[in-house]
């Protein structure tokens, strides 16, 4: 009995520490960049979009290691509407066209009336690289 007791607390505790270490919020799969500007707009953030493919290793790098960490989703969620797109299923190879997307992975910034503000190539080596990198695109450019 008390062997149960045991097993039931740490999955209790396992869970809770999952929900307590969130990371990235992106929007539900097959979600619209209007959609998430809409939505940056009406919640006073910007907009960040993943463009991504299902081939693409540091596409799949970025989105296992680097997205679900606790200091991507603190730095990133209050800021951004993000959206991951993937640029070979449905409005990707039009946006991949229309943006002028050559390489992924892709992440491309917007504010909220869905205006590029910046954008950046390929994977990071730690999170503290990606927010770097996120913070210096961010910043409207004159």
Known sequence: MKLRKFFALAIMLVSALSLSAQGM?????????????????????????????SWCGPCKMMATKMFPTKEAGD????????????????????????????????????????????????GSKTVEEFIERVKTNSVPKE
């Open 75 to 122: 730095f990133m969620n209050p800021k951004f509407v993000s959206i991951k797109i993937d640029m070979e299923k449905g409005d990707g190879p039009e946006l991949t066209e229309r943006l002028k997307v050559y390489a992924f992975p892709t992440f491309i910034i917007f504010d909220g009336e869905g205006n590029e503000v910046g954008r950046f190539l390929g």
């Open 25 to 53: 919020e992106f929007m539900p799969e097959g979600s619209l960049l209007k959609d998430a500007v809409a939505k940056a707009k009406a919640e006073g953030k910007m907009v960040f979009l993943d463009c991504y493919t």
